[in-house]
């Protein structure tokens, strides 16, 4: 597609439901990111995809959260036994070399 | 530890000009990055900064200062569609790829 393509939208789950979102690339964008972005807060760097190897996860705030990018295009956050703090919306964005470049619509999540 | 400050809110006159602000201290230096982001949209790209001096990109100006960590956006000729957040973000470098740190945006209304 033209642009960084994500699903859902919007996400409702009740506290300690699973979720999975889905980030689609510009084709031929080597490296893929996912930020979390808070209300009011600048977004904040989660993990980064180069090709199909995860290079960074630093940002992951704890083991619930995974991140998979199984054939170097789509991308899958899961976010298990979610909680409320887990709620903002997360951004993947996706470049050529290794800065992002382009943002997708983020997904936003709300956990009840 | 890594911090990026830019004011909270502006607001300026359709067709005036505007200075955003913003100072940074980093582990490292690879490059600052400004994005615009209107509301419930995806961050877009608007300029990159690696060694100093004001890049001009149309009615967008970016400057930057290395040596006191500080750079700011310029914008010319006020649109109302330039309301929006502005958000600064600096890459560490180093071993943390693709990392940026965004500072929390500064929000632009436009009065006509």
């Known amino acids: 597609g033209a642009g960084v393509s994500q699903s859902p939208r919007y996400k409702v789950a009740k506290r300690g439901q699973d979720v999975a979102l889905r980030c689609d690339p510009i084709?031929?964008?080597?490296?893929l990111f996912w930020y979390q972005q808070a209300l009011g807060q600048g977004p904040e760097f989660l993990t980064y995809?180069?090709?199909?190897?995860?290079?960074?996860k630093s940002g992951l705030p704890s083991d619930r959260f995974f991140a998979e990018r199984p054939e170097g295009s789509v991308s899958t956050l899961k976010i298990q036994r979610t909680q409320q703090e887990d709620s903002a919306v997360y951004l993947c964005?996706?470049?050529?070399?290794?800065?992002?470049?382009?943002f997708g619509d983020g997904t936003r999540l709300s956990i009840l | 530890g890594q911090n990026i400050d830019q004011p909270t809110e502006m607001t300026a006159t359709e067709g005036a000009i505007v200075q955003i602000n913003c100072t940074y201290q980093?582990?490292?230096?690879?490059?600052l990055f400004w994005y615009q982001q209107h509301a419930g949209e995806a961050p877009t790209f608007l300029s990159y900064?690696?060694?100093?001096g004001l890049e001009e990109k149309g009615r967008f100006s970016s400057f930057l200062s290395r040596s006191k960590g500080y750079s700011y956006l310029l914008l010319k000729e006020l649109q109302m569609k330039d309301s929006a957040s502005y958000l600064c973000?600096?890459?560490?470098?180093?071993?943390?790829?693709?990392?940026?740190?965004f500072g929390k945006g500064t929000k632009l209304s436009v009065k006509p």
């Open positions: 964005a996706g470049g050529l070399g290794n800065q992002p470049q382009h």
């Open positions: 084709s031929g964008h080597v490296s």
């Open positions: 995809f180069q090709n199909e190897a995860q290079l960074d």
């Open positions: 980093t582990s490292g230096f690879n490059g």
């Open positions: 900064n690696v060694l100093d």
């Open positions: 973000a600096v890459s560490p470098g180093g071993g943390s790829q693709g990392n940026l740190i």
